[in-house]
């Protein structure tokens, strides 16, 4: 749950610190007072979009930080710790989100800088904001068909993640196929080029760095007189005269007559010294033996130095055409062995990739089935269930459906399936098309929300969806912005009494204008206005009974000031809290998710 927020140079509100509890928490004020920033600031902590029109005049940034309530192991708690955040000392997890004045945002979590994105995944575990833009979205056939998905948890979600992945190996294969079928006189030339391409290749058969191994062969080949009077002169300075001339010692010569000298001498200092001569010695005879070795194969053989050359000649008619060197020539031989096997446009490879694309449709038919199945299902119970809240909502007469029906293709469509011997266009959501429908009263026609309620009815015929859905969503936090727009009288008093019910299982924020409403809240918030001439500043207290009489007798057209207000007001609260006291806690078990 959300346990505080605060909130500091966002719109009006200069700063206020928002202490939240369980239970049931109204926000009022009067208009343009700022309740609206409340809000603001829950969707900026939930990684909504930043704006810089929302950050105060003269301010250089607004801030909004808020205090979750995560218990360690959470989904929650493991967003956080994915990011390197900690908790709190109370174990609590601090999200903050910073809009700069020329527009740029950060967000923190857990005292770690990080990406808004972790803040919409942490929101996903913690809030929902439900708000008239919210309902509007709710009324698009897209989000309708979601609401539906969401109520029935894992019942549709396994069947359409298995519908999803067949779906995507369908397409590709009737892409390819339509692609190999329109190109193949195309794809018939480039694969002509490609098989000459490794014919040649293949012919002259490269090996890796062998044109580097080359140019040192025949630079050998072709310099083997100079090598050869090179490595000459050196064994002669190591080895000495080869004909034994004692006239010639050479250094192997030189370091044996020192060591015989040392050897000779009295003095140990100087016999210390001849091992070391030792070492030396053995390192120029190795020395030696590997020259002597190196003019035993170093001869100048022409007929050698001609195939190296000519050999030369091949690679380089490979690395003209295809690559730089040896090794690129390798490289582009096997990538067009790989894109020769995809350009397959013989009848035997289209034949096989029609039939496969004809497999995996069956396939895909098949989980289009299930999917269609768990959703009538499931659009039967969820109908019901709003039904009865809307009971509970003075529309007692009214009866919501939701309509699951298959969703036709359109001439030409890539996406047809056949289900059953009928066409209908699959998308990546099923073949479905789901519809919310309004019967206002027995005997009136079905029709969609948006045209069979009014803004009252609407309202009503939402909050009672939101109301069934929370009880299949685990988020714990439920925000409301004026959802009971457009209702009044006994209809107020019965949105304010569902709210106070959904309360007893989740932490329930509203923001509202309805006295009727806000009598049933467990604690009254309300955001206060002031102005020195020049600035308009505001606040959010905390309001106690006798405070709250204060502030609902002003909702009840501003008459805070008049005995019968004030006594209007008490009795609100009255019936309010015996309502509540009324009524047991009652917990309602949750779709599978």
């Not at 106070?500 to 604690?523: G, K, M």
């Not at 009254?524 to 007798?553: I, M, N, P």
Request: cysteine-free; overall charge negative.
């Amino acid at each position: 749950m959300l346990a505080e927020m605060r909130i500091q140079g966002l719109g009006v509100i200069d700063e206020a610190t928002l202490e939240l509890d369980a239970g049931f928490t109204v926000v009022t004020g009067e208009t343009g007072a700022g309740k609206t920033m409340v809000v603001t600031g829950l969707h900026l902590l939930g990684g909504g979009r930043a704006e810089a029109s929302r950050v105060r005049n003269g301010a250089d940034k607004a801030v909004v930080e808020g205090r979750f309530v995560a218990p360690a192991g959470s989904p929650a708690a493991k967003v956080a710790e994915e990011v390197g955040g900690e908790p709190d000392d109370d174990g609590s997890v601090i999200a903050v989100r910073t809009v700069g004045a020329d527009g740029r945002s950060r967000a923190h979590l857990g005292g770690r800088s990080v990406p808004v994105g972790v803040l919409s995944e942490l929101a996903e575990q913690l809030l929902a904001v439900h708000g008239q833009n919210d309902q509007l979205r709710l009324l698009r056939p897209a989000e309708q068909r979601s609401v539906l998905d969401r109520f029935a948890g894992d019942e549709v979600a396994e069947p359409l993640r298995g519908y999803r992945k067949v779906r995507d190996e369908w397409l590709r294969v009737a892409t390819e196929l339509a692609e190999r079928t329109a190109r193949s006189h195309e794809l018939a030339r480039e694969a002509e080029l490609l098989r000459h391409g490794l014919a040649e290749i293949e012919a002259i058969d490269p090996k890796p760095g062998e044109d580097e191994e080359l140019v040192a062969e025949a630079r050998r080949l072709a310099d083997a007189d100079q090598l050869r009077e090179a490595a000459s002169g050196a064994q002669y300075a190591v080895s000495g005269s080869p004909d034994g001339d004692p006239d010639v010692p050479g250094a192997l010569g030189l370091i044996g007559e020192a060591r015989r000298r040392l050897t000779a001498s009295d003095d140990p200092k100087l016999r210390e010294l001849e091992p070391r001569l030792v070492e030396a010695e053995t390192l120029l005879a190795d020395v030696g033996a590997e020259i002597a070795s190196y003019l035993e194969h170093l001869d100048a053989d022409p007929a050698r130095l001609e195939q190296v050359l000519a050999r030369q000649a091949e690679l380089k008619s490979l690395t003209r055409k295809y690559a730089a060197d040896v090794d690129g020539v390798i490289a582009w031989a096997r990538d067009a062995s790989s894109r020769l096997s995809g350009l397959d446009t013989s009848d035997e490879a289209l034949a096989a990739l029609a039939a496969r694309r004809d497999e995996l449709a069956v396939e895909l038919a098949g989980y289009a089935r299930r999917v269609t199945a768990e959703r009538l299902a499931a659009a039967e119970e969820l109908g019901r269930a709003v039904s009865d809240e809307l009971t509970g909502l003075a529309m007692p007469h009214a009866t919501v459906e939701v309509a699951v029906r298959p969703r036709p293709t359109e001439p030409g469509d890539p996406q047809a399936l056949d289900v059953d011997g009928q066409l209908l266009h699959a998308g990546s959501s099923g073949v479905d098309d789901v519809e919310l429908r309004l019967i206002a009263h027995p005997g009136a026609p079905a029709l969609p929300v948006h045209k069979g309620a009014s803004g009252g009815e609407l309202s009503r015929v939402m909050l009672a969806l939101e109301v069934v859905l929370s009880h299949s969503d685990p988020v714990p936090t439920l925000v409301f912005d004026e959802v009971d727009a457009g209702v009044g009288g006994r209809a107020a008093v019965e949105v304010g009494r569902r709210l106070a019910r959904l309360a007893r299982s989740h932490q329930v924020i509203v923001v509202t204008h309805l006295p009727q409403v806000a009598a049933f809240a467990d604690r009254h918030l309300v955001v206060d206005k002031t102005a020195d001439g020049v600035l308009t500043r505001s606040g959010v207290r905390r309001l106690d009974e006798s405070q709250r009489v204060v502030e609902l007798a002003r909702m009840l057209a501003g008459m805070d000031s008049t005995d019968t207000g004030r006594a209007h007001a008490e009795e609100l609260l009255a019936a309010a809290k015996a309502d509540k006291e009324s009524v047991p806690v009652v917990r309602r078990k949750a779709k599978k998710k």
